[in-house]
């Protein structure tokens, strides 16, 4: 695998919602390797769902071309659904099934075999550690396994590319833990990574690079180490307060 290659390529993004004025994104420049786990990170209404969205096609931008794998996200967004995972800030499960239902039921969605589909539900089950709970309603579950399911929900497609939309937001030490763990596999498997955060710890030990979002502004793009380095400081925390004069907590 080329670890180098371009797999995701975006030129002067723009978001401007209908009946605001203000720009949600602007002028947004940035390359992803092939391999990579990219992490946008900023703090809230900084723009990371927003580009997020418009990267895995969920919303048009304003402004802008995006580039996945050599395909115009314009004219080839069909092609381009295939090769991509999404995992939404917002959970989409059926409280009424179970675990093992919603996943199947996911799965067959995104055109996966029964036959396949079965026991890739049940391996991935057993990667995020809930295989012991996969025959319980999902409704029943605490908001870390909720999350952990609806991370398997994207994956089973084994897409080359996977989206995710604050993953590890409101869980718990122990469910953050199996989902970074598990999110570092993937990756290790060949899966590029695109996540959004806004826990600067968390994207400094986990990222290739990163960006930091501000106000819609990309104002750092970079290896967490060189972009440490090249302003002589310690964390990614640190960085954010130097570059805007405020904690991201703000
Ligand atoms: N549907 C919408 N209509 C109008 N404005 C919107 C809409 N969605 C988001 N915005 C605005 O766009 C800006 C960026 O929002 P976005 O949701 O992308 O931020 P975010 O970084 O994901 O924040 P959070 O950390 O809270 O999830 C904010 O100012 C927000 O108010
Ligand atoms: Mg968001």
């Known amino acids: 695998m080329n670890e180098k290659a ?84 917002d959970i989409a499960l059926y409280p009424t099934l179970t675990a093992t239902e919603n996943l199947m039921f996911f799965g067959q969605m995104a055109g996966v075999n029964t036959k396949t589909l079965r026991p890739r539900v049940a391996e991935y089950l057993k990667r995020f550690g809930l295989f012991e709970r996969r025959n319980d309603r999902v409704g029943n579950f605490s908001g870390g396994m909720k999350r952990r399911v609806n991370l398997i929900a994207g994956l089973l497609h084994q897409p080359e590319i996977l989206f995710l939309d604050e993953p590890t937001v409101g869980v718990d030490v122990h469910s953050r833990h199996m989902i970074l763990e598990s999110l570092n596999e993937f990756n290790r498997g060949g899966t590029t990574i695109v996540y959004t955060s806004h826990h600067l710890n968390e994207a400094e030990n986990l990222c290739t690079r990163i960006g930091v979002i501000d106000h819609g502004h990309l104002i750092a793009l970079g290896a967490p180490k060189s972009l440490m380095e090249e302003h002589s400081l310690s964390s990614l925390e640190e960085l954010f307060l130097h570059l805007t004069g405020r904690h991201l907590r703000d």
């Open 6 to 89: 371009v797999i995701i390529k975006v030129k002067g993004l723009e978001k401007k919602y209908p009946g605001s004025d203000a720009l949600a994104i602007n002028q947004l420049d940035m390359e992803i390797s092939k391999g990579e786990i990219f992490g946008l990170l900023g703090p809230n209404g900084a723009g990371k769902t927003t580009t997020i969205s418009i990267l895995c096609g969920l919303m048009p931008s304003t402004e802008g071309t995006v580039v996945i794998d050599g395909l115009s996200l314009q004219s080839d967004k069909d092609r381009i659904k295939k090769l991509i995972g999404v995992v939404p800030q």
